[in-house]
């Protein structure tokens, strides 16, 4: 079992930055893919960004690119997302996800069907 634990969510303005932790529990979390995914109010959770267990491969929602970036310290069984430049679209519960299983295809990743363990979730919420 995984339990997964976000924080640094909170209110900024559009400009600013945050970033997001997720403490994972269990003494293999050097071998799991991470993800964030977000869900704004009356939307479906959709991918924002993956790291690959050895954080040698990232992946990032288009309109984050440039803007978010994503890491991982195995040491402290933690991943991170770094977010700048925020804005209003960015408004959303932020979901830290965790797949323990192979990755055979990266695109697997960029899906909430690819990971087995959920966060509750940290609130973002970008003011104009």
């Known amino acids: 079992q995984v339990q997964l634990v976000e924080s640094g969510g909170g209110l900024v303005q559009a400009g600013d930055s945050l970033r997001l932790s997720c403490a994972a529990s269990?003494?293999?979390?050097?071998?799991?893919?991470m993800g964030w995914f977000r869900q704004a109010p009356g939307k479906e959770r959709e991918f924002v960004s993956a790291?690959?267990?050895?954080?040698?491969?990232?992946y990032y929602k288009d309109s984050v690119k440039g803007r978010f970036t994503i890491s991982r310290d195995n040491a402290k069984n933690t991943v991170y997302l770094q977010m700048n430049s925020l804005k209003p679209e960015d408004t959303a519960v932020y979901y830290c996800?965790?797949?323990?299983?192979?990755?055979?295809?990266?695109?697997?990743?960029?899906?909430?069907?690819?990971?087995?363990?959920w966060g509750q979730g940290t609130q973002v919420t970008v003011s104009s």
């Open positions: 996800a965790a797949r323990t299983r192979p990755v055979i295809l990266p695109s697997v990743l960029l899906t909430t069907t690819g990971y087995e363990y």
């Open positions: 269990g003494p293999t979390f050097s071998s799991y893919a």
């Open positions: 790291i690959s267990w050895s954080g040698s491969s990232t």
